[in-house]
């Protein structure tokens, strides 16, 4: 039992990075979706505020975390 440990403590870190883009990806879907509800010019807007890729915020994020220590 205990020679599985290390494998399970892997495979919920692989979990929770996967489920952190997944979760970015879905929040953004759906403010994508309310963005359909606007006008043209306010879509337009709306749809590039939420246009930036996972691996964009994610770098942008650990950039502002190194910065903050």
Known sequence: ????????????????????????????????????KLPQPQYEACMKEYDQPYDDYNKSREDALKNKE
């Open 1 to 36: 039992m205990l020679k599985h440990i290390p494998l399970l403590v892997i495979s919920i870190f692989f979990i929770c990075a996967c489920s952190h883009e997944q979760i970015y990806s879905a929040t953004h879907e759906n403010r994508r979706f309310e963005c359909q």
